[in-house]
């Protein structure tokens, strides 16, 4: 596609529960970003991978937390056993090289933990 | 800690008048910024941006300005219309670091354009 996808757009889960959000970035962009915004919050910085390495992990916010991303291409952020703190939009952007310049983001997941 | 601010949660003006979005930073190795643009259930939208080697960047409407030595820049929207009612993010990077680790947002704020 022509910009990046995020499946779900929306997601309820009960707490406790492991959810898979999904980032499909632009075809050839090798850099990819996940963000997330809570309520009244800035976009916080997660996770970044380069291709299909993560030079950086530091913003996770929990070891209940982890991505990946296979082919340099799709990417899954996986939270496990959900807490209502984790309720936040999941936002991923992509961009053709490393360096945050040309990023494009996706819509986001809204993930609600009830 | 914050390392970009944006202190003005919400900025009210009225159509045709001029914007002024400001935002502070505090890492001084931060020398690439740039502003996104967010309406309600989209990703942000990049809108402008300006490295530290320049102390201006025009484009259109919109003008963003560095104060290196106050580790500040703002956004002026002139004229604003109604359709840039929406939440501004500021976001800062290390160019000459690479930038490996993504870029650094401020909490936003929301611009709203009266009729």
């Known amino acids: 596609g022509a910009g990046v996808s995020q499946s779900p757009s929306n997601k309820v889960t009960e707490k406790g529960k492991d959810v898979e959000l999904r980032c499909d970035p632009i075809?050839?962009?090798?850099?990819l970003y996940w963000y997330r915004q809570s309520l009244g919050q800035g976009l916080e910085f997660l996770i970044y991978?380069?291709?299909?390495?993560?030079?950086?992990k530091s913003g996770l916010p929990s070891d209940r937390f982890s991505a990946e991303r296979t082919g340099g291409s799709v990417s899954t952020l996986t939270i496990q056993r959900t807490q209502q703190e984790d309720s936040a939009v999941y936002l991923c952007?992509?961009?053709?090289?490393?360096?945050?310049?040309?990023?494009?983001f996706g819509s986001g997941t809204r993930l609600t933990v009830v | 800690d914050q390392q970009v601010k944006q202190n003005s949660p919400s900025l009210s003006v009225q159509e045709g008048r001029i914007s002024i979005l400001n935002c502070d930073y505090t890492n001084s190795m931060f020398d690439y910024f740039l502003w996104y643009k967010k309406y309600p259930a989209e990703g942000p939208t990049f809108l402008i941006s300006i490295s530290s080697i320049k102390d201006k960047n025009e484009d259109g409407r919109f003008t963003v300005f560095l104060n290196k030595s106050a580790k500040h820049l703002s956004l002026h929207i002139v004229p604003s219309q109604p359709g840039d009612s929406a939440v501004y993010f500021c976001?800062?990077?290390?160019?000459?670091?690479?930038?490996?680790?993504?870029?650094?947002f401020g909490k936003g704020t929301h611009l709203i354009i009266q009729p």
């Open positions: 952007a992509s961009s053709p090289t490393s360096g945050g310049y040309g990023y494009t």
């Open positions: 991978f380069q291709g299909n390495s993560a030079p950086d």
């Open positions: 075809s050839g962009h090798t850099a």
């Open positions: 976001a800062a990077n290390t160019y000459s670091g690479g930038g490996a680790d993504g870029l650094t």
